[in-house]
């Protein structure tokens, strides 16, 4: 017997991975990919599942990809994964506990990720996020330019197993994905009219990197750990670096 919950996922390219995380969703009762032009072997490995619907849509930014994938489901609960992330057995097991109890509307998930192909050392501090919920209860906002996340309107429960996440498996990738989603960042920030700072500015990345290598206890995974929460410090960084450079374009333009 099926799962029932849609599992949809949005991709590019993500043919060196999506077999992996199409078994371990092969249980569920539908996947919907929306596919935003992959010129790999995403298709040919989808068309291999019989739960799976692939669909193209070209890309209109991370939020609003998600928000169509989500209106394709046809199931009242949904749960959402990246082409690269894989559902754990345990988790897979837990989810079908929570739907055939029914008393929660969400479950906040711990990812597990293998930075260059390794994962992280057992006590690192796992970030978690809503990929599970009822369908009607949850939204995305669509001013998100990246690092979107599901709304929740109800009550929402911590899943104790996690989603494996392998995509981050060389530093050039790694660093591209932190100069791209920056750039998005910073423009959501200045359309939502946030000011530049020169004080965070000053002090973003090395605190970012302390949270990360010490608080996140990422000094565990050896120099993994370090070279991981430099390139995260250097994210928050640019950020703030770009949101500047936003405003004194602007400034430029109207002659300030």
């Known amino acids: 017997m099926s799962i029932p919950c849609s599992v949809y996922i949005i991709t590019l390219n993500c043919g060196e991975w999506l077999q992996q995380t199409l078994e371990s969703v092969e249980e569920f009762d539908e996947v919907i990919i929306l596919d935003s032009g992959s010129t790999d072997r995403t ?5 291999n599942f019989k739960n799976v619907k692939i669909v193209h849509q070209d890309w209109m930014g991370y939020a609003k990809q998600k928000s169509l994938a989500l209106e394709q489901c046809r199931n009242k609960w949904v749960l959402n994964l990246d082409g690269d992330e894989v559902l754990s057995i345990e988790l897979k097991d837990e ?7 029914n008393t929660g509307d969400a479950l906040i998930i711990p990812f ?12 690192t501090k796992k970030h978690a996020k ?3 919920f009822r369908k ?14 599901v709304v929740i309107h109800g009550e ?5 197993y996690d989603i494996y996440h392998y995509g981050e498996n060389t530093i050039h990738f790694t660093v591209e994905k932190s100069n791209q ?7 959501e920030k200045f359309n939502k009219g946030k000011k530049p700072n020169f004080i965070k500015l000053l002090l973003v990345m090395p605190v970012t990197f302390l949270k990360s290598y010490i608080i996140r206890r990422n000094f565990l995974n050896g120099w993994r750990g370090f070279v991981g929460s430099t390139i995260n410090a250097f994210y928050a960084f640019s950020k703030e670096a770009k949101l500047f450079e936003h405003y004194l374009k602007n400034n430029q333009r109207s002659g300030k």
Do not use: M
């Open 112 to 123: 597990n990720d293998a930075f260059l192909g390794v994962p992280n050392h057992n006590l």
């Open 156 to 160: 929402v429960c911590r899943a104790r």
């Open 43 to 47: 298709y040919d490995i989808a068309q």
């Open 181 to 187: 989603y920056s750039t998005l960042k910073a423009q």
């Open 136 to 149: 009607e209860k949850g939204h995305y906002d669509l001013t998100n330019q990246a690092h979107e996340s």
């Open 95 to 101: 989810i079908a506990n929570f739907i055939d109890l």
């Open 130 to 132: 809503v990929r599970f």
